[in-house]
T-cell receptor, first 113, second 111 residues
Framework: DAEITQSPRHKITETGRQVTLACHQT?????MFWYRQDLGHGLRLIHY???????NKGEVSDGYSVSRSNTEDLPLTLESAASSQTSVYFC????????????FGPGTRLTVL | GQNIDQPTEMTATEGAIVQINCTYQ??????LFWYQQHAGEAPTFLSY????GLEEKGRFSSFLSRSKGYSYLLLKELQMKDSASYLC????????????FGSGTQLTVLP
């Protein structure tokens, strides 16, 4: 069955290190998104992509980057991890069409010490 | 930009009906989504409204009034498994495909 996966599911890292979170979907969706979820803030959009080689900044993009070299993957990189980036990260994808919902991956819990 | 408001917490009794409200202010509008999220899990899609009116899907219904910037999610015959966070999300108009989410409403269903 088609699906969307994230890895790792849990990660502990140190301040200043570079971290990459993987997101892989097998639905062949053009649209992919990265969110972070923190208590009191709900889901906030970090970056998104509408297709290969397309990337866009979201509401909270500072300190994060993404690249889209193929349809299936949208890795999220924290260039120099900060304690403020401790959060749960969700990747999502959706097909084209106005009424289609986003499908979310299982999430990655990242702790920056 | 967008501003989306929903109550932080609600409590209801098993078997009852509960209405979760969502108000939004957007520069454009191209649809409103409701998601359910159980603790420690990913959000899952519940409903989509783009035209005014009520959309019914089993025990869950969602209503939209575009002129008032208002939506609600109605849950009937509450079950314990309905205890979760309910997220309201709006898509702007034009070519935008991303969503802006509210902070979510934590619903607790009591026996």
């Amino acid at each position: 069955d088609a699906e969307i996966t994230q890895s790792p599911r849990h990660k502990i890292t140190e301040t200043g290190r570079q971290v990459t979170l993987a997101c892989h979907q097998t639905w062949n969706h053009n649209n992919m998104f990265w969110y972070r979820q923190d208590l009191g803030h709900g889901l906030r959009l970090i970056h998104y992509s509408y297709g290969v080689h397309d990337t866009n900044k979201g509401e909270v993009s500072d300190g994060y980057s993404v690249s889209r070299s193929n349809t299936e993957d949208l890795p999220l990189t924290l260039e120099s991890a900060a304690s403020s980036q401790t959060s749960v990260y969700f990747c999502a994808s959706r097909p084209g069409g106005s009424g289609n919902e986003q499908f979310f991956g299982p999430g990655t819990r990242l702790t920056v010490l | 930009g967008q501003n989306i408001d929903q109550p932080t917490e609600m409590t209801a009794t098993e078997g009852a009906i509960v209405q979760i409200n969502c108000t939004y202010q957007t520069s454009g509008f191209n649809g409103l989504f409701w998601y359910q999220q159980h603790a420690g899990e990913a959000p899952t899609f519940l409903s989509y409204n783009v035209l005014d009116g009520l959309e019914e899907k089993g025990r869950f219904s969602s209503f939209l009034s575009r002129s008032k910037g208002y939506s609600y999610l109605l849950l009937k015959e509450l079950q314990m498994k309905d205890s979760a966070s309910y997220l309201c999300a709006v898509r702007e108009g034009g070519s935008a495909r991303q969503l802006t989410f509210g902070s979510g409403t934590q619903l607790t269903v009591l026996p």
